[in-house]
């Protein structure tokens, strides 16, 4: 082994010198596809669907924006938390405040039009408030996050789960505690903290603006746009999620979070920072909470409240992860559709949801402990190589066939057999 | 020469009980160290002082020339002190390449944003890191077994698996806990050989344990012998195998009444 690790990656970088422009598009294609489809759903799908589907569709993306941020700290790092809800419940209110007593200060939301934006059209005003209040509420989730993280170090299993619960219960008690919300006929005039003592209490954060409605490019009689595109932004942040999800399971970052919960003595002795990968873990987490909290706090039908986004909530987004199967991005994707959808397709016995999700996940815990996926994508199942991949093979040509960087595919093994010792494939000069 | 590992009067009590007293080492590099003695006398737990799993209540510890006392294992791994483990710890639910990559990643310079998006640098880190594991494996003879779960290995892959790991953090030092325990004679022959040339080629001294007393006496230059915690014995195999006291501390004395009568 005469390969110097230093030389090894001065000739990879060497060859891996593309121009800026190749660089960035290699970035950046999955967000523009994921983008893409987010606009579809937005201007193809969500119109045929009809309103109740269409707000279905919204439903199940928050809802795969919380698993998927869950799984990265339960799944991933393996460190088992119960207070999800804290965080989204955080992020959900610090945007409400922004868009609430933000857009009535800054005159996009005229005073008595209760409720009622008249900043809509797609990438407006609204648009532009509702977004920057979605990166604020994830960015005061992350640190919550990193606020409970830090001290919960020390802590795993059973101990740590009681202290996000914990969390998630503060949260929600100090809500409660909050005025009623002003009036935005007054709220001009308060400052920034009686906004923010002012958050609705037990009865909910009431007015907030619903730019995550399924019915966009609306007109009122005077011909002026209403209604906002929340197909798009809630898809939109959920293929951004979904991506930086599998970019960090794949990369070395997401293998030392892995194998943190693998074996945390191991990963020690190898050199991962355990400490420093919870952290991370738990703010990234946090702050996709955060954004899915501010999703929810503007999806059409919703009051915020704190009763709402209580222990039951929680326990909701831990279920998706577990029968997803914790660490499997598409696992957890596919659970949370799934999970979303049947209450909703079967409303009559919506009072047994919880004894069967309860049912559900005992024989899960017997039959396949590790959740449907496990630990795997849906392409690295075997049904899927077996029988989907010759399908899509025949129909498409293989276009599109994802392409597993975390598990090798077996022809590098068989490459590296056919090596000789220096290393290069044989019959090479 | 100056030692590349290097520990000086080490000791630590669990509550009264002296697990290691005045424990010293001097390992220079690429040499070949055993640690040998009977069970319980404290092998382990010297394994631990230096990686930093325990804290030594005395003594000083230093890898080439930097001192490792109170240093996270974390931060010990990553200065070069690499080990594996006696009651062997992979991450199993990861495949056997994942297992290395995850070693050989932590002195990866792209943080977490750089892998987020993906850049140039990274990808090409990623590349380095996929490429020098598959090598490693090749060296332990495992590269055809790399995309299955380390779990699913059979007993002496795992521990082939270990010592992969292990030399993914280049190491400057290498710690083996019982490299060869539970294998067959043949087994035991392959690992040896393997254990000599690992030094040579990645310029690594070893410093391990061991319970076969062949093995040791065979490739180790210099074998410090613990017994109850205490160095009873160090030097070349040859005269500590004459001592009497190692004698004593795996044979026992002779029974007062037999030596009478």
Redesign the interface.
């Known amino acids: 082994?005469s390969?110097d690790?230093a030389r090894?990656?001065a000739?990879?970088?060497g060859?891996?010198?593309?121009n800026a422009i190749v660089?960035v598009l290699?970035?950046a294609y999955p967000v523009v596809i994921g983008l893409v489809i987010a606009l579809l759903l937005q201007a193809m799908i969500a119109p045929k669907l009809g309103p109740f589907y269409a707000k279905l569709l919204l439903d199940i993306g928050i809802a795969i924006v919380l698993a998927s941020s869950l799984n990265i700290v339960n799944g991933f790092a393996g460190q088992f938390s119960i207070g999800h809800a804290g965080f989204m419940m955080v992020g959900g209110y610090a945007a409400a405040l922004i868009t609430y007593y933000g857009s009535i200060k800054f005159g996009w939301l005229a005073p008595g039009a209760y409720g009622v934006d008249v900043h809509g059209g797609f990438l407006g005003s609204g648009d532009a408030l509702f977004l920057f209040s979605c990166v604020f509420g994830g960015v005061v989730a992350a640190v919550a996050g990193l606020v409970v993280g830090l001290p919960s170090l020390r802590l795993r299993g059973d101990y740590l789960a009681i202290v996000t619960l914990g969390f998630g219960e503060i949260v929600r008690v100090l809500v409660q505690q909050t005025s009623d919300v002003i009036d935005p006929a007054k709220a001009a005039g308060a400052s920034w903290l009686d906004a923010a003592k002012a958050l609705g209490g037990p009865l909910g954060f009431t007015g907030t603006p619903t730019y995550v409605s399924p019915t966009p490019w609306l007109e009122d009689a005077s011909g002026q746009q209403t209604g906002h595109a929340g197909i798009f932004f809630t898809f939109a942040i959920v293929s951004i999620l979904l991506i930086?999800c599998y970019?960090?399971k794949t990369?070395?970052?997401?293998?030392?979070l892995?194998?943190v919960r693998?074996?945390e003595?191991?990963?020690?002795?190898?050199?991962?920072?355990?400490s420093r990968a919870k952290v991370?873990a738990f703010v990234m987490a946090a702050f996709f909470a955060g954004v899915g909290g501010a999703l929810f706090a503007h999806e059409v039908g919703v009051t915020l409240n704190p009763k709402e986004l209580g222990f039951q909530k929680s326990i909701d987004i831990v279920i998706m992860v577990v029968l997803g199967g914790m660490?499997s991005i598409t696992g957890v994707v596919l659970a949370a559709a799934i999970l979303t959808l049947l209450p909703e397709l079967f409303r009559e016995f919506a009072e047994y949801r919880m004894p069967v999700y309860a049912l559900a996940l005992i024989i899960v815990m017997i039959v396949r402990p590790q959740g449907l996926f496990?630990?795997k994508e849906l392409w690295d199942l075997a049904f899927w190589r077996r029988y989907v991949v010759p399908l899509w093979r025949k129909v498409a040509g293989g276009w599109l066939i994802p392409r597993s960087?975390?598990?090798?595919?077996?022809a590098?093994?068989k490459d590296?057999?056919s090596?000789d010792d220096d290393?290069a494939p044989k019959g090479a000069p | 020469m100056t030692p590349v590992l290097e520990a000086k009067g080490l000791s630590l009590a669990f509550g009264g009980l002296k697990a290691v007293d005045d424990f010293s080492l001097s390992v220079p590099p690429r040499a070949l160290h055993g640690l040998i003695g009977p069970n319980g006398a404290g092998k382990t737990t010297v394994f631990n002082l230096l990686?930093g799993?325990y804290q030594a209540d005395k003594g000083d510890i230093f890898l080439a020339g930097q001192r490792l006392n109170g240093k996270?294992?974390?931060?010990i791994?990553?200065a070069g002190l690499?080990?594996t483990?006696q009651n062997i710890?992979?991450?199993?639910?990861?495949?056997v390449?994942?297992n290395v990559?995850?070693?050989a990643?932590?002195?990866?310079k792209?943080g977490?944003w750089r892998?987020?998006?993906?850049?140039?640098?990274?990808?090409?880190?990623?590349?380095?890191?996929?490429?020098?594991s598959?090598?490693?494996l090749?060296?332990l003879g495992i590269?055809?077994?790399?995309?299955e779960q380390a779990k699913s290995l059979p007993y002496g892959d795992q521990r082939r698996l270990e010592i992969a790991?292990?030399l993914?953090?280049?190491p400057k030092v290498l710690l083996l806990d019982e490299p060869v325990a539970g294998m067959n004679t043949q087994e035991k022959h392959a690992m040896r050989s393997l254990i000599e040339s690992l030094r040579s080629?990645?310029d690594v001294a070893i410093f391990l344990i061991e319970h076969d007393m062949g093995l040791v006496m065979d490739i180790c230059e210099h074998i410090t012998v613990l017994d109850h915690g205490v160095t009873i014995a160090a030097g070349v195999a040859d005269k500590v195998q004459q001592d009497p006291k190692v004698i004593e501390a795996y044979l026992g004395v002779p029974d007062e009444d037999e030596a009478a009568s």
């Open positions: 082994m390969r690790p090894l990656l000739a990879r970088v060859s891996y010198r593309p660089s290699r970035s930086a970019r960090l990369s070395s970052h997401g293998r030392a892995l194998a693998e074996n003595i191991a990963a020690e002795a190898m050199g991962v920072n355990t991370v660490g496990g630990i960087r975390q598990h090798p595919p077996a590098i093994a590296l057999s090596r290393g | 990686t799993v996270k294992p974390s931060a791994a990553q690499a080990r483990f710890r992979l991450f199993g639910e990861l495949s390449l994942d990559r995850t070693a990643g932590v002195r990866a792209s977490l892998s987020l998006l993906r850049t140039p640098l990274y990808l090409a880190e990623e590349d380095a890191i996929v490429e020098r598959l090598d490693l090749d060296v590269a055809h077994r790399a995309g790991r292990a993914a953090t280049e080629r990645f």
